[in-house]
């Protein structure tokens, strides 16, 4: 499983030299399977350049939305295989219990927010509210459950033989928690990140930070970790960066926060351009291993 960072900003895109390292665009990431199969998770602003690189003979690509908030559906009308008529492009949804996902994704993709209509795009385009529960696309087998943050939101639980992937980008597991984590059937997001090999997880706040955003739907970078340690993961990558935090404040918080409690599993910081490759070196044997971290040329 070929898993890459476009977009690991929280809220909104914040470009600039400052954060030009960890990366300014809003959440997107690119999951590929051994077989081909094209996955989008999110389509913050950096589905733009993901939607460039893909392959020319790639004729569908699936798109799967956390959730509708602006910072993670802003960069789906710039997204290239929207406008080409040979590719069928798939966006998965999580339910609503007013409105379809057509109609969600309307009001942004429609005057006056965009010049385009949903209906004007010339691709081979599908819509699916997304079930809570299981589905498959190609070789991937994927989980959507229901997670901790305002308005319908899910998280992704993604497999194969190989290796297993959780994807969770804005979550607020300790939100009512006294002393958080709680036992694992009652923490939100668990069924999703339980001993997956690669957890990519809301890590917006610091500590100091947290108190004055509870309910906010996010969590700070000691409660992500709490939680990547609850589900037994193999490797974290924090996610969904402030804004307003540089890459010398990401730097310095995720130091910190990992020198704190000194986990057992491998941290590293999600950066834009990121590659990790899972399950690459036993594939024959169906058992997962160590991913391989490099970065997009």
């Known amino acids: 499983m070929h898993v890459a960072l476009w977009g690991t900003r929280g809220s909104l895109g914040s470009p600039g030299a400052e954060t030009a390292r960890y990366g300014g665009n809003t959440s997107c990431v690119e999951v590929r399977g051994p077989n081909g199969t094209a996955l989008v998770l999110d389509a913050g602003t950096g589905i733009r350049r993901l939607g460039a690189a893909l392959p020319r003979s790639l004729r569908r690509v699936d798109v799967l939305l956390t959730h509708l908030h602006m910072d993670h559906i802003q960069g ?16 998965w949804g999580p339910a609503s219990t007013t409105l379809h996902l057509r109609n ?7 005057p006056p927010l965009f010049p385009v209509r949903l209906r004007e795009l ?16 190609g070789e991937f087998h994927i989980s ?11 998280g992704y639980r993604i ?33 999703v990140a339980a001993d997956v090999d690669l957890l990519i997880h809301d890590a917006q706040y610091s ?27 193999k490797q974290f ?61």
């Open 76 to 91: 789906l009308g710039f997204f290239a295989p929207l406008y080409n008529s040979e590719i069928e492009v798939h966006i």
């Open 104 to 110: 969600r994704l309307m009001r942004y993709l429609s």
């Open 122 to 137: 010339p691709c081979q385009l599908v819509l699916h509210e997304v079930p809570c529960g299981d589905f498959d696309i």
């Open 144 to 154: 959507a459950l229901l997670i901790g943050h305002p308005g319908p939101t899910v």
């Open 159 to 191: 497999a194969t033989l190989q290796a297993t992937l959780a994807y969770m980008p804005d979550h607020e597991p300790a939100l009512g928690v006294r002393q958080f984590p709680l036992s694992r059937e009652w923490t939100s997001g668990y069924a």
């Open 207 to 233: 500590s100091q930070e947290y108190p004055s955003h509870i309910g906010w739907g996010h969590s700070s970078l000691p409660q992500a970790l709490a939680f990547a340690a609850l589900a037994d993961v």
């Open 237 to 297: 990558v924090p996610f969904h960066h402030d804004p307003a935090h540089t890459d010398e404040d990401l730097d310095r918080l995720i130091a910190e926060a990992t020198a704190a409690v000194r986990p057992v599993f491998t941290v590293t910081p999600g950066t834009e351009g990121a590659i990790f490759d899972l399950g690459v070196a036993e594939k024959a044997t169906h058992a997962s291993t160590a991913p391989v971290r490099r970065s997009l040329s």
